[in-house]
């Protein structure tokens, strides 16, 4: 079955960085999109960003763009997402997605999340 | 960037009852690219509908999506008591990919 396990959360202080990674199996990884999604203490989703399945395309959300960097190693079945310059703002679960098959912006499995928390 | 704006923010109902959750876009949606999504506290979200009106695998026909363009609804038929969780549209048209704030769906 569909699995994706997400690590690397942790509390860090503003202005450092953190690398997540999704591991995952029980699909062909190196076919489907990919994305990164959070969510803030009590609050709504947020989508993050998305990689295509070989890598090439990328896109950010407006709020990430610039301190973010989404990748994926298809060789070890993980995604990634870079987090750079942290702010107390992106202090969140993340979870990362798997886009369904031929309709990749929709996120049909999901992981468990990894809480990121950014305080001083 | 397309904002989604879900009503109501809570609706209380009870078992049985039927369910209506709204999602409203500010631009046109093409193409249907809408989904809905599930949540229960403490899960991660859980696909329901996608292309405004398809179901998941697995998921019961008490669910239905309808809509186009910028209206959208989510609709609950006999509501049953795992049902009520926060409910999230999402866009995919075009890109960043938004979600709308949430509706709480709770027990009346």
Request: proline letters at 4%; a positive charge.
């Given at each position: 079955?569909?699995?994706?396990v997400?690590?690397?959360?942790?509390?860090?202080?503003?202005?450092?960085?953190?690398?997540?990674s999704c591991?995952?199996?029980?699909?062909?990884f190196?076919?489907?999109?990919?994305?990164?999604?959070?969510?803030?203490p009590?609050k709504?989703?947020?989508?993050?960003?998305?990689?295509?399945?070989d890598?090439?395309?990328?896109?950010?959300?407006?709020?990430?763009?610039?301190?973010?960097?989404?990748?994926?190693?298809?060789?070890?079945?993980?995604?990634?997402?870079?987090?750079?310059s942290?702010?107390?703002?992106?202090?969140?679960?993340?979870?990362?997605?798997?886009?369904?098959w031929?309709?990749?912006?929709?996120?049909?499995?999901?992981?468990?999340?990894?809480?990121?928390?950014?305080?001083? | 960037?397309?904002?989604?704006?879900?009503?109501?923010?809570?609706?209380?109902?009870?078992?049985?009852?039927?369910?209506?959750?709204?999602?409203?876009?500010?631009q046109?949606?093409?193409?249907?690219?809408l989904?809905?999504?599930?949540?229960?506290?403490?899960?991660?979200?859980?696909?329901?509908?996608?292309?405004?009106?398809?179901?998941?695998?697995?998921?019961?026909?008490?669910?239905?999506?309808?809509?186009?363009?910028?209206?959208f609804?989510?609709?609950i038929?006999?509501l049953e008591?795992?049902?009520?969780a926060?409910?999230?549209?999402?866009?995919?048209?075009?890109?960043?990919?938004t979600f709308?704030?949430?509706?709480?769906?709770?027990?009346?």
């Open positions: 079955q569909v699995q994706l997400e690590s690397g959360g942790g509390v860090v202080q503003p202005g450092t960085s953190l690398r997540l591991a995952a199996s029980g699909f062909a190196s076919s489907y999109t990919m994305h990164w999604v959070r969510q803030a009590g709504g989703l947020e989508w993050v960003a998305i990689i295509s399945y890598g090439s395309s990328k896109y950010y959300a407006d709020s990430v763009k610039g301190r973010f960097t989404i990748s994926r190693d298809n060789s070890k079945n993980t995604l990634y997402l870079q987090m750079n942290l702010r107390a703002e992106d202090t969140a679960v993340y979870y990362c997605a798997r886009g369904k031929l309709v990749r912006g929709v996120l049909d499995y999901w992981g468990q999340g990894t809480l990121v928390t950014v305080s001083s | 960037e397309i904002v989604l704006t879900q009503s109501p923010g809570t609706l209380s109902l009870s078992p049985g009852e039927r369910a209506t959750l709204s999602c409203r876009a500010s046109s949606v093409s193409s249907s690219y989904a809905w999504y599930q949540q229960k506290p403490g899960q991660a979200p859980r696909l329901l509908i996608f292309g405004a009106s398809s179901r998941a695998t697995g998921i019961p026909d008490r669910f239905s999506g309808s809509g186009s363009w910028t209206e609804t989510l609709t038929t006999r008591p795992e049902d009520f926060v409910y999230y549209c999402q866009q995919y048209d075009i890109s960043p990919f709308g704030q949430g509706t709480n769906l709770e027990i009346k």
